[in-house]
């Protein structure tokens, strides 16, 4: 029996009808999963940010103890990871653990000396879903982890041997706040090479980079200050050191001090000179803690070095025995301002 053309007509409406609502339902369900996997990546991302700043900020404050790392990381992770609407402080679970990590295994010891990191794991748990609840998944959690270290350093110190130095025993108190200097790495034990240039009438590379700092302390003492003041030549000495031989993925820096003005070359102009290193050092990615010491010095020229390759100038005055110490604080402070980096 044939169906009359109305007929068939209406049977193929209503076929269409049913598909365009299946069609619609499997729509609305890839809509409602899409917009709960966006939430999910969404606090995905939230996660590791948080995971990621707490071991950041842990591991910046190991130098006051391990109790104050994890209390810094877990304040870093709860500011972090509870950003969005209708997170609790409940809704975080924060795992902190210091220890050791070992650069040429890439592993992680927990409680392990030297303490040199610190590594986060944060939960959020039971993350509602929109839609899910649909297929009866109300809710869901997530982990992100994050360790952070010290970034090994490369760091040549350019250091005034000119006459001046002799006056006050300044010789003296500079060779005692390098000592300080080394104390701080050694006892970080943070994978940081050291050299030296010096700089008088000429500027020498007196010693290259190295681990062997007990030896680079000996060098240190056994100089003696005289001539004139060539801080470019000095500076050069130290920027080609860094240049040539720095490890791969290490962070470069120079430390320059100095007690006066730059008054040599004769074939030149002395501050021009300094000038240009400063402006050779920032293209080569080298920041330059410059240390202006005592009240002749020239903190102009300094301030100049420390603005061109964002480093940080440090002027140093007062009585003899208040430049003494605040020299041997300054450097302290220097080697402790290890520069920090995400390692997993």
Avoid: C
């Amino acid at each position: 029996m044939k169906l009359a053309p109305r007929n068939r007509r209406l049977r193929r409406r209503g076929a269409i009808a049913v598909l365009a609502a299946l069609a619609m339902v499997v729509m609305v369900g890839m809509l409602a999963l899409s917009m709960d996997v966006g939430f999910m990546s969404g606090v995905r991302a939230d996660m590791q940010a948080a995971a990621d700043a707490g071991a950041l900020a842990g591991a910046g404050e190991l130098s006051k103890g391990p109790q104050a790392a994890e209390v810094a990381a877990r304040t870093y992770v709860m500011s972090n990871a509870n950003t969005r609407p209708g997170v609790a402080d409940a809704d975080i679970v924060t795992n902190v653990s210091v220890g050791h990590w070992d650069r040429g295994q890439r592993s992680f010891r927990k409680d392990q000396t030297p303490l040199n990191a610190v590594e986060v794991i944060a939960d959020r748990t039971n993350a509602p879903l929109f839609f899910g609840k649909v297929f009866n998944q109300h809710g869901f959690d997530m982990r992100a982890s994050a360790i952070a270290t010290f970034q090994p350093r490369d760091i040549m110190l350019v250091l005034d041997y000119s006459g001046s130095m002799r006056d006050y025993n300044k010789i003296g108190a500079l060779k005692d706040a390098v000592a300080a200097f080394i104390s701080v790495l050694q006892q970080s034990q943070s994978n940081d090479r050291v050299g030296f240039s010096v700089y008088s009438t000429e500027g020498h590379l007196a010693t290259g980079l190295t681990f062997d700092l007990p030896q680079l302390l000996r060098d240190v003492r056994s100089r003696s200050a005289d001539g004139w003041t060539n801080m470019g030549e000095g500076m050069e000495k130290g920027r080609i050191e860094l240049t040539d031989n720095a490890r791969l993925g290490t962070k470069k820096l120079m430390v320059v001090m100095t007690d006066g003005m730059a008054n040599r070359p004769t074939n030149r102009n002395p501050f021009q000179y300094v000038r240009d290193e400063a402006a050779a050092a920032a293209a080569a990615g080298i920041p330059i803690v410059a240390i202006s010491f005592s009240a002749d010095s020239d903190q102009n020229i300094m301030r100049q070095i420390a603005n061109t390759t964002q480093g940080v100038h440090y002027h140093i005055a007062g009585s003899v025995s208040q430049q003494e110490n605040e020299l041997k604080r300054v450097f302290r402070e220097v080697a402790a301002q290890r520069p920090l980096v995400l390692v997993d």
